[in-house]
């Protein structure tokens, strides 16, 4: 079965040019996580939708990033204006339900952003 | 406020002998606590979970935690390490978000 795809896999991006990365879900996982990853560093949350509702944003470093999953499925995280500190790894994850029990997340492989 | 700790950021043992990666926990009530590992340019994989049913949790490539309620820590533990077993280990708690330590590298000497 499919797990979590994402898309570019590598993206090298001069800086102030806006990107736009993309998470396809395990097919009919409510919820869906945003992470950062830093070079050295665990993931850091940035944002979670259940279905297509971003219940939560509170980890976006600034507003030049946004992140949207109009239908529920496949979600979009962009990123305008870069900078060089945008540079990391960009991980997607689903769970097949809402934040409430055990439920893990299952992780796509990342996009690698280099800002230059 | 919950968090997770790793207490190694690098861990090298010799193949065949015991894995031991540390994992301290912060949560005010009964936590959910994970162990992911992370190879090389892919994406974490779920080794195991502590969702208090059992404090002793057995996971996948013979490897198991203990949650120590007293201690406040769930470590990584594996008999025997294999050399498939070098990649980024990481523990993570969750509540309204999963929270991750900052990783553990463990390398594997042959």
């Known amino acids: 079965g499919a797990g979590v795809s994402q898309s570019p896999r590598y993206k090298v991006a001069k800086r102030g040019q806006d990107v736009a990365l993309r998470c396809d879900p395990i097919?009919?996982?409510?919820?869906l996580f945003w992470y950062q990853q830093a070079l050295g560093q665990g993931p850091e949350f940035l944002t979670y939708f259940q279905n297509e509702a971003q219940l939560d944003k509170s980890g976006l470093p600034s507003d030049r990033f946004f992140a949207e999953r109009p239908e529920g499925s496949v979600s979009t995280l962009k990123i305008q204006r870069t900078q060089q500190e945008d540079s990391a790894v960009y991980l997607c994850?689903?769970?097949?339900?809402?934040?409430?029990?055990?439920?893990?997340?299952?992780f796509g492989p990342g996009t690698r952003l280099t800002v230059l | 406020a919950q968090s997770v700790t790793q207490l190694d950021s690098h861990v090298s043992v010799s193949e065949g002998t015991p894995v031991l990666l540390r994992c301290n926990y912060s949560s005010s009530y009964s936590p959910s606590l994970f162990w992911y590992v992370q190879h090389p340019n892919k994406g974490l994989q779920l080794l195991l979970k502590y969702t208090s049913a059992a404090t002793l949790v057995k996971g996948i490539n013979g490897f198991e935690a203990e949650f120590k309620k007293s201690e406040t820590s769930f470590h990584l533990t594996k008999p025997s390490a294999h050399m498939s077993d070098a990649a980024e280990y990481f523990c993570?708690?969750?509540?309204?978000?999963?929270?991750f330590g900052t990783g553990t590298s463990l390398t594997v000497i042959p």
């Open positions: 993570a708690t969750r509540g309204n978000q999963f929270y």
């Open positions: 097919s009919g996982h409510v919820s």
């Open positions: 994850a689903s769970s097949p339900k809402g934040l409430a029990g055990h439920n893990e997340q299952f």
